[in-house]
């Protein structure tokens, strides 16, 4: 783990790629060839001000899926279980 730490944004496999692309174009959005998609590991006591902003990012994406998700686990149980709450 440490060496992926380490090592930064590694680019995307292209058969991972490649899906992306097929994914791209069932949806009918026009993407360039040659698009640029890498990953990296993220670690909150290794981090760059960068990294700490990715962080963040990512964490607040997190949160509020996880807020839809409850929220929607919520209505189902009021629409469905009543007698519960």
């Excluded at 995307?12 to 790629?17: A, E, G, H, M």
């Excluded at 994914?23 to 960068?50: F, M, Q, Y």
């Amino acid at each position: 783990m440490q060496k992926l730490l380490i090592r930064g944004a590694e680019k995307l496999p292209d058969s991972l790629l490649n899906d992306i692309k097929k994914k791209h174009e069932e949806r009918g959005l026009n993407i360039s060839n040659n698009i640029d998609v890498r990953w990296t590991l993220l670690s909150g006591k290794i981090a760059s001000p960068e990294n700490k902003l990715l962080l963040s990012r990512a964490l607040s994406i997190f949160q509020v899926s996880t807020a839809h998700a409850l929220w929607n686990i919520s209505l189902a149980i009021d629409r469905y279980c009543p007698c519960i709450m």
